[in-house]
């Protein structure tokens, strides 16, 4: 499959997809971490592009309600944001997995179908992340682990602080190919270039 992973600058995602076989690129305007199949620019400019599958992770600056006490400063910002998840979710593209953390999309746009932790995929943290999906089935624990830290959310602040809170575990990365890439459906959507 021609898998699009929007909004990866890390390649995790994109590197358990493709050690599948599959034709995995990520795009983020920012470079990848680890060199591979990776688009330099706005996922905008491709989603037209014939992906059978997007995961997307939309920036969630705007979104989480981890900031909710900065809300009422960040009108114009949050629409863009909001804006931005809907092109996500009505991509023409017949899968498709959005994953945020718990934020306004639930109340302004839609609940998601799945919130999953990072402990049910073989990390012993807490992470909250919601899945909106599309044509895809909910994700299923793989490994059960003990231990419930809060690492994420209580890194100190720091320049690099947004770019650590935003990875992909490596457990549900390869949750998503293992149990994503094989997803046939009855009928193909066209898509349109």
Known sequence: MKILIACEYSGTVREAFSKLGHDAWSCDILETEIPGNHLQCDVREILGDGWD?????PPCTH??????RWFKDKKVEQAEALEFVGLLLNAPIERIALENPISIISS???KPDQIIQPWQYGHGETKATCLWLQNLPKLQPTNIVEGREQRIWKMPPGENRWKERSRTFEGIAQAMANQWGNVQTETKRSICA
């Open 53 to 57: 599958m997007m995961i997307a992770h």
């Open 108 to 110: 302004r746009i839609r």
């Open 63 to 68: 979104l989480a309600v981890s900031g909710a």
